[in-house]
């Protein structure tokens, strides 16, 4: 099925790849069709894709120390004719992988020294992120977690689902879990019954997040088996991944249809990837197409130092400039949050244009989108206190605060480094 307003948006949907060009439309639409057919050698991609010699021997050696796989699906959507089309860009891999720079890390947000268990990273107050697998269906070239996704050397921890549940249980501030990987619909309807039913017994669990870009990579895994599945877990989250436009195909948007149409809500992160949405129009065409299909944009990530992407790296300008050419401009729903991922294990900080420009106890100075400065006059009264909250904290807030939060709130004067964490 095609859906029209997508045939404008991309002009090189259903490329006849001479390989599958009389595959039946019902393999197309299995997934274990796909990955039974995924491309995942150099030989098999040169097959397809022919490779120049010279570009050959340039590639190999990423193929020797990197995993290397794309499905059927995701190739038809590559410009034979472009090697800079964003779908090569992001699967195929490059020689400039094998560059390390002294500023890129294996493990550039320090997640391995912040996991409280094997797979358990927490390093926020009350969630944490489960690192529940390490495959993937497609390898993203700038995949931050490379180590130990996509390196073949990479150690990773056999999945102790006891350990991780036992950590849960024990930690009652935790009241959102983010299961991630790797892909975590890598594993089949079992193992997710096991490792969501498991985790949404906790008590004080009150949320959880899958994150996936099969939607995106694999939109045929996203049956109706797995939604119905998924769905028993509510409230949970849906993570996804589209970082172009022409990612959003009709099949990308019957899967995003199915999950939310059975209440489960979604939202995309996207990487800012140099010279594949790093232009204002792409990410504004990106946004708007995942609002129609009902999938929220909720960040936009600096790409991480992690070794071997430089090539992918952007300057922050680039980013702080597609949140100022989409804010006002565009429906409010459709603006992400841009940020960067601290090197060392510092968490997200939210990077943004400027639109408060002054401040004092009487008004505050503002600029709007079209660069109208406006005033808005504080109120006089400012206490701020409810009639409910005393009751609320009472059932008991598990919050506990760091850094300057607590300095708002607490006796405390000043806060000194030994004491942030
Ligand atoms: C991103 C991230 C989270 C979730 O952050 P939110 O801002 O709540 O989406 C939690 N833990 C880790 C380690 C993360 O990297
Ligand atoms: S799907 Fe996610 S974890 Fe897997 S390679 Fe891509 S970015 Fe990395």
């Known amino acids: ?19 599958w060009r009389d595959v039946p439309r019902e393999q197309w639409d299995d997934w274990k069709w796909q990955l039974q057919h995924s491309v995942t050698s150099i030989e098999a991609l040169e097959e397809i894709l022919p490779l120049e010699p010279e570009a050959k021997n340039r590639i190999v050696h990423t193929f020797k120390k990197y995993k290397f796989a794309v499905a059927p699906y995701y190739i038809s959507l590559m ?16 020689e400039s992988e094998l560059e390390v720079s002294g500023e890129e890390f294996s493990d550039p947000l320090n997640e391995d020294d912040d996991m409280a268990v094997p797979n358990v990273v927490h390093r926020y107050p009350d969630r944490v992120l489960v690192t529940i697998n390490s495959s993937c269906s497609m390898y993203c070239r700038f995949c931050t977690r490379r180590r130990f996704v996509l390196d073949k050397g990479g150690h990773k921890d056999r999945n102790e689902l006891e350990v991780i549940c036992d950590y849960l249980e024990s930690h009652p501030e935790i009241r959102d879990v983010i299961i991630s990987g790797g892909d975590a619909l890598m594993m089949g309807e079992k193992r997710l019954l096991e490792i969501l039913g498991r985790i949404r017994a906790i008590p004080h669990v009150e949320i959880m997040r899958l994150a996936s870009k099969i939607p995106c990579v694999l939109p045929m895994r996203i049956t109706d088996a797995l939604v119905q599945t998924l769905k028993i877990f509510k409230p949970l989250y849906f993570m996804t991944h589209f970082n172009h436009p022409y990612e959003i ?13 059975n209440g489960i809500p979604m939202m995309n992160q996207t990487v800012l990837l140099r010279g594949i949405n790093s232009e204002v129009v792409i990410m504004k065409k990106l946004m708007q197409e995942l609002l129609t299909i009902r999938v929220k944009p909720y960040y936009i990530y600096q790409c991480d130092l992690s070794e071997g992407i430089s090539h992918f790296r952007t300057p922050v300008e680039k980013g702080i400039e ?37 401040q004092s106890d009487k008004k505050v100075v503002l600029r709007n989108y079209e660069g109208i400065i406006s005033s808005y006059p504080q109120p006089k009264e400012t206490d701020c206190t409810c009639s409910t909250a005393e009751a609320i904290r009472e059932k008991g807030d598990r919050r506990v605060e760091h850094g300057p939060a607590r300095l708002l709130h607490d006796e405390a004067l000043s806060m000194k480094p030994h004491e942030m964490s």
Request: aromatic residues 8%; hydrophobic residues 30%.
């Open 249 to 261: 195909t009709p099949e990308a948007k019957l899967a995003c249809e199915r999950i939310v149409d």
């Open 79 to 94: 410009d034979p004719d472009n090697p800079q089309c964003p779908f090569r860009l992001q699967s195929i891999p490059q």
């Open 322 to 358: 597609i949140i100022e050419s989409l804010r006002g401009h565009t429906s409010g729903l459709a603006v992400p949050e841009f940020v960067i991922d601290t090197p060392g294990g510092g968490g997200k900080v939210p990077i943004g244009p400027q639109y408060l420009l002054s």
């Open 1 to 19: 099925m095609r859906l029209p307003y997508l045939d404008n948006s991309n002009p090189l949907y259903y490329q006849k790849w001479l390989p």
